[in-house]
Antibody, heavy 118, light 106 residues
Framework: QVQLQESGPGLVKPSQTLSLTCTVS??????????WSWIRQHPGKGLEWVGY???????YYSPSLRSRITMSVDTSKNQFSLKLSSVTAADTAVYYCASTKLLFFDNWGQGTLVTVSS | DIQMTQSPSTLSASVGDRVTITCRASHSISSWLAWYQQKPGKAPKLLIY???SLQGGVPSRFSGYGSGTEFTLTISSLQPDDFATYYC????????FGQGTKVEIK
């Protein structure tokens, strides 16, 4: 069973860059069985897909966030990461990482709340 | 963008009821649809993928049906553990979620 754990700052200042890491256990990221994804959920709201990355480094980003997102993979640490630049209060959300098979999300991390505030 | 619309937004039901949630896509997505269950403060849990395939470990009272633009999630006999919010997700073109359906106790 794949397990995922998000980590990163819980508070980010407006205009700065949000940086999160997801550590994967139970499966090698470079095994190729899964894509690796970020999904976010604004407080009290629904789910929003942010982007996917494959172990090769191929990325697919949400069109609405594409200009501000960078995702990367570190196979040596079995981790993948999200950077979201120029954040505003609208980026305050719980961020989840998830393993992704055929582009649905079969295992999720517990989620981490990121608040954008000065 | 493919928009996903769920109905109803809220559903009140009793233990033992048969419950059906509908999800409609703005364009055909073939069978590229998944359903998730989310409880307060928890991550979503995958229930159904490719419209009707039951994820391992999910009780058989959950079933999915549909293709093209109209899909349903049915719980055949609602159990106390099933009171939660349910989301559909299309993965035909990138990924989009429905707005959610909250199943609450009647």
């Amino acid at each position: 069973q794949v397990q995922l754990q998000e980590s990163g700052p819980g508070l980010v200042k407006p205009s700065q860059t949000l940086s999160l890491t997801c550590t994967v256990s139970g499966e090698s990221i470079s095994g190729g069985d899964h894509y690796w994804s970020w999904i976010r959920q604004h407080p009290g709201k629904g789910l929003e897909w942010v982007g996917y990355i494959y172990y090769s480094g191929n990325t697919y980003y949400s069109p609405s966030l594409r200009s501000r997102i960078t995702m990367s993979v570190d196979t040596s640490k079995n981790q993948f990461s999200l950077k979201l630049s120029s954040v505003t209060a609208a980026d305050t959300a719980v961020y989840y990482c998830a393993s992704t098979k055929l582009l649905f999300f079969d295992n999720w991390g517990q989620g981490t709340l990121v608040t954008v505030s000065s | 963008d493919i928009q996903m619309t769920q109905s109803p937004s809220t559903l009140s039901a009793s233990v033992g009821d048969r419950v059906t949630i509908t999800c409609r896509a703005s364009h055909s997505i073939s069978s590229w649809l998944a359903w998730y269950q989310q409880k307060p403060g928890k991550a979503p849990k995958l229930l159904i993928y490719k419209a009707s395939s039951l994820q391992g470990g999910v009780p058989s009272r959950f079933s999915g049906y549909g293709s093209g633009t109209e899909f349903t999630l049915t719980i055949s006999s609602l159990q106390p553990d099933d009171f939660a919010t349910y989301y559909c997700q299309q993965f035909h073109s990138y990924s989009t979620f429905g707005q959610g359906t909250k199943v609450e106790i009647k």
